[in-house]
């Protein structure tokens, strides 16, 4: 049962290119997701290919000089701003990546407690702090004061005490240690466990593999595949998009072989399959029509050419 | 924790008594440097009929006929025993002089710096929630026209409007011309003094207002605004929750700062309304050649400078936590 | 279905978009247009404005003379005109003495090492403790009052911002990865200064004197007024002002409103210029 569904959403920028001249630059493309309660979603993806937008556009909270267009679909029922704007903090809760996120001014205790909905903040926060070992002190000190792993912690917590249905977390592990990534992962499952949906954006892929239970594959500004995380071993056979297949290789422990080329700047407006380029399966077929995203075994694929 | 404090303190007194050695130092030189001939300007027009012998010994009376370094040792000297010399137009000890214009000046000056600032700190936030509407165009207009027009104009449009025109406010002075000095009250000076702080404060509200609403524009736009509107925080609460003490220091330095600027624009309003202040003596000062006095205010309004610098430093200290000293985990 | 679209402004009276930066090139062309015609204007009304006429004065603005005429019948348009063109030029002067200042002593502080730059920092330091007028008046009656003294003062007060700015820009441009491995590869310290540094200063220095100059035609006009400036044979504004603020209580209103008015307008006309030059150039706020 879909919790969270996203349908043709589409981000587009509007830009100065020379002097005067303002170009719309589109990064996100007709991208289709959806999750289900108690599943976690990896989002993976070159990074600065436009996934944390994907956050943004989901929470409501894109840049004034954004335009969008697309449908959110939250337990059946389809969002506006007006209604994602009540939904925020309370039942879809997001994971920043960085602690600029929190206020400089202000003791991380007090932010947290700020999310915390019900009769006791103070005790919610507390308890949740115990959880994730964060020593008593730590409530008291301001962001600056902060260690790496600390920081992330509290981040976590925020989205934690709101006991939110979902949570969108924006490359939370991202310049972590190894170890503090398993740990981070494995409390962001936990929640899964108690019967929340999380979306996680990551560009390590590995790591999104272990805890994950479907992988959304990102490229060019959509999604280009989805899979059960168990699809990804062996060879990659089991995938169904030749860009997936090629992440999959690109990995150390696999062969370790890149694809040749680069992203499509979002600048490029182009007719057929973004990824023809790249792809060993190309045909005519690919340069001239878009393909449509289609159920393909138990997940879903854009490839005209996918078994 | 005291310890803290009592190094900050004696750094600054140790800053100030730098500062101002260096600008009795440099003023004196420069003034020494005058063509200006002091014994002229004190005399006026009447040169001609003071003979010789008049000219040397008021030339004697002043010190004016030692060598330059020898005149300073002797100004600096008094200087350390708090006399600052006497004023050669005013025929009264500089410091009294002083002391006697800054009473007055001194509320001109406090009042407005209220008043401006408080206007102008609000009109900022307004203007930057309400942003690129109807009323931040207004507020932002009225902010960029008033940074370019000479404050002394103001003065004299405030007073054709309301002195000449509607004859509501007195056309200058601090007091009422030809009375008493027991008879005059405390709304007679009040009377006087609204004009020239209306001037100071009118000109003093756009440059806050402007800078105010740039710095909630950084706030609501920052990382942390965001992220907390991904909270579900909205509206005032969020402006008042993050906006206020993330601009709050911004806007103490800013109005802390401004004494520089006041003391100028004090300047300028105080001419147009014949204001007798600080800021006229200084002028009288500059065009009559008084020497003294010149240099007493030189140094006083860099003592009040400072003053309003080190204010914006301390409270910085104690609403910044990162600048207390709290150190990484 | 979700629709998002950012508002975009048109002007009212024109069906064309125009995006805010194709408005702000529009204003800055209405801008240059100003003081272009008040420049042109300047040298053709010269004698105009020296001219008296016992027969009309004291009159009140009309057709004939749009701005008025004083008390020894000049018309005061004329005046108003060689006044703003004559503050203007001593505006520039100053500037751009100050700008040149502020480059000299940026550079230094950032290029003569650390001793120097403590030094420079420090009479920044000094100059920034005294209130611009006063520091101005001082430097008035040190050289005698008149044109000398306000250029000196205007350009002795507005160099210490810029300098800063300069500093900074030289400092993080030395220290840039691009400049150390042209070092490396062997380019000499003219080159590396020519090719990567003085372009980054440039547009710093344009718009550091657009936004000064400004300033120097206010504080100009300011101590001019104060009687420690040009001296009352030099039409300047601030002369004007001053003389007219003793017929303030006969009512002739326009000796006062509209000289100033004018002065707003010109002082306005390239505070404005200065302004989108300045926002355009700034990285952060360029796409707004």
Redesign the interface.
């Known amino acids: 049962m879909a919790i969270l569904e996203v349908e043709n959403l589409s981000v587009s920028f509007?830009?100065?290119t020379g002097?005067?001249k303002?170009q719309t630059i589109r990064v996100i493309e007709d991208l289709h997701l959806s999750i289900n309660k108690g599943e976690m979603m990896a989002v993976v993806g070159a990074s600065g290919s436009g996934k944390s937008l994907l956050a943004h556009a989901i929470?409501g909270?894109?840049?004034?000089?954004?335009?969008?267009?697309?449908?959110?679909r939250y337990c059946g029922e389809?969002?506006?701003?007006v209604k994602q704007?009540a939904l925020?903090?309370?039942e879809i809760?997001?994971v920043?990546q960085?602690v600029?996120?929190?206020?400089?001014?202000?003791r991380v205790g007090a932010q947290v407690r700020?999310?915390a909905k019900g009769k006791d903040p103070i005790a919610k926060q507390r308890e949740v702090f115990q959880r994730y070992r964060l020593p008593e002190n730590?409530e008291r000190?301001?962001p600056?004061?902060?260690?790496g792993g600390?920081a992330r912690k509290v981040l976590l917590a925020?989205a934690t005490v709101?006991d939110a249905q979902v949570i969108v977390a924006d490359e939370p592990t991202s310049g972590m240690h190894v170890d503090d990534v398993k740990e981070a992962l494995q409390q962001l499952k936990e929640l899964t466990n108690q019967g929340c949906a999380v979306l996680l954006i990551t560009h390590d892929v590995e790591a999104a593999l272990e805890t994950a239970h479907r992988v959304a594959v990102f490229f060019a500004g959509t999604i280009v595949e989805i899979a059960p995380s168990a699809d990804f071993s062996g060879d990659g056979e089991r995938l169904r998009h030749p860009y997936s297949r090629a992440l999959w290789s690109a990995l150390p422990q696999n062969k370790f072989m890149p694809i040749s080329g680069a992203q499509p700047h979002p600048n490029e407006v182009r007719e057929g399959c973004l990824f023809a380029e790249h792809c060993p399966l190309t045909t005519i077929d690919c340069k001239n029509k878009r393909p449509e995203m289609r159920e393909l075994r138990e997940g879903m694929v854009r490839c005209h050419h996918a078994t | 924790m005291q310890l803290h404090w009592i190094r900050f303190l004696v750094m600054k007194i140790l800053r100030l008594a730098s500062l101002l050695i260096a600008v009795s130092v440099i003023s004196f030189w420069l003034v020494s440097l005058s063509p200006v001939d002091p014994i002229q300007a004190y005399i006026g027009a009447d040169m001609l009929r003071v003979g010789t012998e008049q000219r040397q010994a008021i030339a004697s009376y002043w010190g004016l006929d030692l060598p330059p370094m020898e005149r300073f040792i002797r100004w600096a000297a008094a200087l350390l025993h708090g006399d600052l010399g006497t004023s050669m137009i005013y025929r009264q000890p500089v410091a009294e002089v002083i002391h006697e214009r800054f009473s007055n000046s001194f509320w001109l000056m406090a009042s407005s710096w209220i008043l401006s600032g408080i206007i102008g700190f609000v009109s900022g936030v307004i203007a930057a929630m309400k942003k690129d509407t109807w009323v931040d165009k207004m507020i932002t207009w009225y902010c960029y026209t008033l940074v370019s027009t000479p404050t002394f104009w103001i003065g004299l449009m405030l007073l054709i409007i309301f002195a000449v025109w509607l004859g509501w406010l007195p056309v200058g002075l601090g007091v009422p011309a030809g009375v008493l000095a027991e008879q005059v009250t405390i709304e007679d000076r009040l009377r006087h003094m609204v004009l020239p702080m209306l001037t100071l404060s009118i000109v003093g509200i756009a440059p806050i207002a402007l800078h105010t609403r740039q710095k909630l524009i950084d706030v609501l736009t920052s990382e942390y605004v965001r992220f907390a509107i991904a909270r579900g925080e909205q509206g005032l609460g969020l402006v008042l929750r993050h906006g206020l003490r993330n601009i709050a220091l911004p806007a103490i330095s800013l109005q802390f700062a401004s004494f520089s600027e006041l003391f100028g624009g004090a300047v300028l309003a105080e001419q147009v309304f014949s204001y007798p202040g600080l800021g006229q003596a200084t002028v009288e000062a500059g065009l009559r050649g008084d020497v003294p006095l010149l240099l007493g205010l030189v140094l006083f309004s860099t003592l009040f400078v400072f003053i309003g610098n080190g204010l914006a430093d301390f409270l910085y200290q104690i609403v910044d936590p990162r600048l207390r000293g709290g150190g990484r985990a | 279905m979700m629709e998002r679209k950012i508002k975009r402004f048109t002007k009212w009276k024109f069906p064309i978009y125009l995006n805010r930066r194709q408005r702000a090139l529009l204003s800055v062309f209405f801008a240059v247009c100003l003081l272009v015609a008040v420049g042109i204007g300047g040298t053709l009304l010269e004698s105009r404005a020296l001219s008296t006429s016992l027969t009309e004065r004291n009159v009140p603005p009309s057709f004939e003379h749009p701005f008025g005429t004083d008390w020894l019948g000049r018309d005061m348009f004329a005046r108003t005109i060689s006044g703003l063109v004559l503050s203007i030029q001593v505006g520039l002067i100053g500037a751009a003495s100050s700008v040149l200042i502020a480059l000299s002593l940026g550079l230094a502080a950032a290029t003569w090492g650390r001793t120097a730059d403590r030094i420079i920092s420090w009479l920044i330091d000094l100059f920034l403790s005294l209130p611009h007028l006063v520091t101005m008046i001082l430097i008035a009656f040190v050289s005698g009052g008149g044109m000398k003294g306000v250029v000196l003062g205007v350009a002795l007060t507005h160099w210490t911002s810029l300098a800063r700015v300069i500093r900074a820009e030289v400092l993080q441009l030395k220290s840039a990865e691009f400049v150390q491995v042209s070092r490396r590869l062997g380019k000499s310290r003219w080159w590396v200064a020519s090719r990567h540094i003085f372009p980054h200063l440039i547009p710093q220095l344009l718009v550091g004197l657009l936004l000064l100059f400004p300033h120097a035609i206010l504080h100009e006009a300011s101590i001019t007024f104060l009687g420690l400036g040009l001296s009352p044979h030099q039409p300047a504004i601030g002369i004007i002002l001053s003389e007219s603020m003793r017929y303030l209580s006969t009512g002739m209103w326009w000796l006062t409103v509209l000289p100033g008015l004018a002065l707003l307008t010109v002082v306005r006309a390239f505070d404005r210029i200065g302004d989108h030059l300045h926002l355009m150039l700034d990285p952060h706020r360029s796409q707004e």
Not at chain 1, 78 to 81: E, H, K, N
Not at chain 1, 100 to 106: E, Q
Not at chain 1, 144 to 147: A, D, G, K, M, V
């Open positions: 509007l830009r100065y002097m005067f303002q929470l909270i894109l840049p004034e000089n954004a335009q969008m267009s697309g449908m959110i389809t969002l506006d701003p704007a925020r903090g309370r809760a997001f920043p960085s600029n996120s929190l206020d400089p001014l202000m700020m999310t730590v000190m301001y600056f004061q902060l260690s600390m925020t709101s």
